[in-house]
C-alpha cells in the first residue's frame, strides 16, 4: 500500500506521514486532541526519564504498549530510541499498527506488534520492559485489578496508565463511604477507591466482553500501589484536551478530570 491509498483509508489516530502529511482521524476532532495531549504528556516524562540501561536491540532499552491499538504511541516510544512489543487483542488493529511500521521503517527486533490478550501476557516469553504503557484499557475491563496486575508485572521501572475515571462518590444511601463494613458489624475497613460498572455497547473499541468496571483516581494510585509502584500523577498542558483537565463532570456534579495519567515508578 503506497501512501496515497494509506491516506484514502481512515484511521483512529492522525498519524504523521513521512512526506508531512497526516491521516484522517476518524473519530473527530476531539479524538485526536485526545491524543496529542495524551503524546505531549508521554513526551514530557520520557524527557526526565532515564533508562538504567541501554537495551540489547535500541540505545534507551525494551518497551511494552499494553492494548496498542494501532502503534500509535508505540511508534512515539520508538522515535524515542526503545525497541517496543505492542499487543492488542484486536487483529485488525495489530495489523494497521503492522502496516504502519512498514511505512515509518521499522522494523523488528525494535518493533513488535502481536495479536494477544494481556490476561495471556508472560514475561518468560516476551521479558521485562524499562516501562510499559497502558492507555485507555483499564476503563473496557471488567476484571481491570488482574489486567493491571498482569501488565505491571512486565514493568521493570515505571508503568504509565492513562484511564477514564469514575467520579468518587461522597455518600452512598446517605451514609458517609470512606469506611464500609467488614464482616460482623462494627468491623469496618477503609476504602482504597471505588469503581462505577458500566454496559458497553459492542464497537471497535470495546472490551472483550460487555461490562467494564470504571476506576475512580484514587482506585488507580491503589492498584499501582498494590503492585509494588509509587505513584504519581502527570499533569496536562494548559491547553490540552478538557477530559484531562479540571472541570464539571457532565451528569455527576462532580470536579476534576475524567481522564487521567498517571506512573507508577518500582520502589
Not at 5 to 14: A, D, G, I, N, P
Not at 17 to 26: E, S
Not at 36 to 57: I, Q
Request: charged letters at 25%; a neutral charge.
Amino acid at each position: 500500500m503506497n501512501l496515497d491509498e494509506l491516506k484514502q483509508r481512515r484511521w483512529f489516530y492522525e498519524f504523521e506521514l513521512p512526506d508531512g502529511t497526516k491521516t484522517i482521524c476518524d473519530a473527530g476532532e476531539s479524538v485526536a486532541k485526545l491524543h496529542a495531549t495524551r503524546r505531549t504528556m508521554l513526551h514530557a516524562f520520557l524527557d526526565a526519564f532515564e533508562p538504567a540501561k541501554p537495551g540489547k536491540y535500541s540505545a534507551r532499552g525494551f518497551a511494552v504498549d499494553v492494548a496498542c491499538h494501532q502503534g500509535y504511541f508505540a511508534f512515539e516510544l520508538m522515535r524515542r530510541g526503545y525497541a517496543v512489543c505492542g499487543f492488542d487483542i484486536n487483529r485488525e488493529s495489530i495489523a494497521d499498527a503492522r502496516l504502519m511500521a512498514k511505512v515509518f521503517g521499522f522494523e523488528a527486533p525494535d518493533a513488535a506488534f502481536i495479536e494477544k490478550d494481556v490476561r495471556d501476557w508472560s514475561v518468560r516469553q516476551h521479558g521485562e520492559a524499562e516501562i510499559v504503557l497502558c492507555f485507555g484499557l483499564l476503563y473496557h475491563c471488567e476484571d481491570s485489578v488482574t489486567v493491571l496486575r498482569k501488565a505491571a508485572l512486565a514493568a521493570q521501572r515505571a508503568i504509565i496508565v492513562e484511564t477514564l475515571v469514575a467520579p468518587t462518590p461522597k455518600k452512598f444511601a446517605g451514609r458517609d463511604i470512606e469506611q464500609v463494613t467488614w464482616g460482623i458489624p462494627p468491623a469496618t475497613r477503609p476504602t482504597q477507591g471505588w469503581f462505577a460498572l458500566v454496559e458497553e455497547d459492542a464497537n471497535r473499541e470495546s472490551g472483550s466482553t460487555n461490562l467494564a468496571l470504571v476506576p475512580t483516581e484514587a482506585a488507580v494510585h491503589a492498584m499501582l500501589r498494590a503492585c509494588g509502584f509509587n505513584t504519581r500523577k502527570l499533569e496536562p498542558p494548559a491547553d490540552g484536551h478538557e477530559s484531562m483537565l479540571t472541570h464539571l463532570q457532565r451528569g455527576t456534579g462532580a470536579v476534576g478530570p475524567s481522564r487521567v495519567m498517571i506512573v507508577g515508578e518500582r520502589k
